[in-house]
């Protein structure tokens, strides 16, 4: 599978700013996606970030709050902006790979808003 | 609405037992179920992923599929206390990678 690595792997931040977070995979994959895992709760699908164009939201989530960007097969970014408490979470890049469209995560990002 | 459910637990088995881990899914239209093994603090890592009914086997592990009961099943093996971990099922319709996530279920493997 592939090596997927996100910056940072870990960050307080403060209420109000903005945090980018970045996700690099070591192969091109077509199918890059966003997930978040909030304290003690399942996994939920943010976007899946689209190489070329727009990232398609899923139900809840906004580009305004959660802006993405896919300059390419091998790397994404996404922005958590204007933070609250609620927004303390883990952010998961993940990417479809091999047999059976399944799916690897990366290591995560572990975002505490404060 | 898609639910996919399971008991949140914790499951306590001894070592060397077998741990059964259940999850049920509400969309008949899912076609690719999946097992992810979360340690604490660390991201999800995949364990297996089933589509047909039956059982697939993987070392210590066997997943089961019932489409007909929407219900899909861990099982492991001579449980190690290294399987200690929270269990996610993850089901995927249509095109399947789209999942949708269970709570999960924390697993106890016991000295």
């Known amino acids: 599978s592939a090596v997927i690595s996100q910056k940072p792997s870990r960050d307080i931040c403060q209420r109000g700013t903005s945090l980018t977070i970045q996700c690099q995979v070591d192969s091109q994959v077509t199918m890059m996606f966003w997930y978040r895992q909030q304290p003690g709760q399942s996994l939920t699908l943010i976007a899946t970030a689209n190489q070329g164009s727009e990232a398609t939201y899923e139900s809840g989530f906004v580009i305004d709050k959660f802006p993405i960007s896919r300059p390419n097969l091998t790397f994404s970014t996404l922005t958590v902006s204007n933070m609250s408490p609620e927004d303390s979470s883990i952010y998961l890049c993940?990417?479809?790979?091999?047999?059976?469209?399944?799916?690897?995560f990366g290591e995560g990002s572990w975002l505490t808003v404060v | 609405q898609k639910e996919v459910e399971q008991n949140s637990g914790p499951l306590s088995v001894p070592e060397g037992a077998i741990a059964s881990l259940n999850c049920t899914y509400s969309?008949?239209?899912?076609?690719?179920f999946f097992w992810y093994r979360q340690y604490s603090g660390k991201s999800p890592e995949l364990i297996m992923f089933i589509y047909s009914n039956g059982d697939k086997e993987d070392g210590r592990f066997t997943a089961q599929l019932n489409k007909a009961s929407q219900y899909v099943s861990l099982l492991i093996r001579d449980s190690q206390p290294s399987d200690s971990a929270t269990y996610l099922c993850?089901?995927?319709?249509?095109?399947?990678?789209?999942?949708?996530f269970g709570t999960g279920t924390q697993l106890k493997v016991e000295l």
């Open positions: 969309d008949r239209g899912s076609q690719s």
């Open positions: 993940s990417v479809e790979q091999g047999a059976g469209n399944t799916i690897y």
């Open positions: 993850a089901v995927g319709t249509g095109g399947g990678n789209k999942l949708t």
